[in-house]
């Protein structure tokens, strides 16, 4: 993603310095602490995952009236399974489930900042925020997912969803061939963070 969009190599490390010398300010003013920065971060790794969103779609998978369900009202849906407690908080308030099919292909962006929902997808990757995405992927996503690596056919349909603080969408990508007779579970662990934004599709196990 780095190389396609033009970014310095060392960005994000740059970008890394800045935050720890920024807390590092702030716990040293005494408005945060180590252990509060502890609690947020955790929260994110232990309850706020990409994990989330793999279970979403890996039942979705598994039980088409579901699929059906959450694509209808997201919320009501997700909130029929066993997932962390706050689901509904946290960016996570206004969750909309696309569906992609054989003629039809969904790419979630957010051109006036990252809007993003959390609790299904964790914390947005790096280049999801660059305005240089957000704008080429609005103007041009087609080009912009083939420079990525995802080549649609011509027939295939994209549909481009620009999340806000009133819809958060999410991608529920195809069943991937070579999967008859996995578990949820194990269909789980193909789902990527990536497919469910609509930049990347679940591979085949087999392949």
């Not at 960016?91 to 809007?115: D, F, M, R, W, Y």
Request: net charge negative; hydrophobic share 45%; glycine share 8%.
């Amino acid at each position: 993603m780095t190389v396609q969009f033009g970014y310095p190599e060392d960005r994000e490390a740059r970008s890394a310095a800045r935050v720890r010398a920024l807390e590092a300010l702030l716990i040293e003013k005494g408005v945060i602490t180590g252990a509060t920065v502890d609690k947020v971060l955790g929260y994110f790794e232990a309850d706020m995952t990409p994990l989330n969103g793999a279970k979403i779609v890996a039942r979705a998978w598994t039980d088409p009236e579901f699929g059906e369900r959450l694509v209808k009202d997201t919320p009501a849906a997700v909130a029929e399974l066993d997932l962390p407690v706050g689901m509904d908080g946290a960016e996570g308030e206004h969750l909309q489930a696309v569906a992609n099919t054989p003629g039809v292909h969904n790419l979630v962006i957010c051109t006036l900042c990252s809007c993003f929902p959390w609790p299904v997808l964790g914390l947005p990757p790096y280049w999801y925020k660059d305005p240089t995405f957000r704008a080429r992927a609005a103007r041009e996503p087609r080009v912009v997912l083939k420079e990525i690596g995802l080549d649609l056919d011509p027939s295939v349909e994209l549909r481009v969803w620009d999340s806000s603080g009133h819809s958060r969408w999410f991608v529920v990508p195809q069943r991937p061939a070579g999967t008859d007779g996995m578990t949820e579970e194990e269909l789980a662990a193909l789902v990527t963070t990536e497919s469910m934004i609509g930049i990347a599709e679940v591979p085949s196990p087999a392949a």
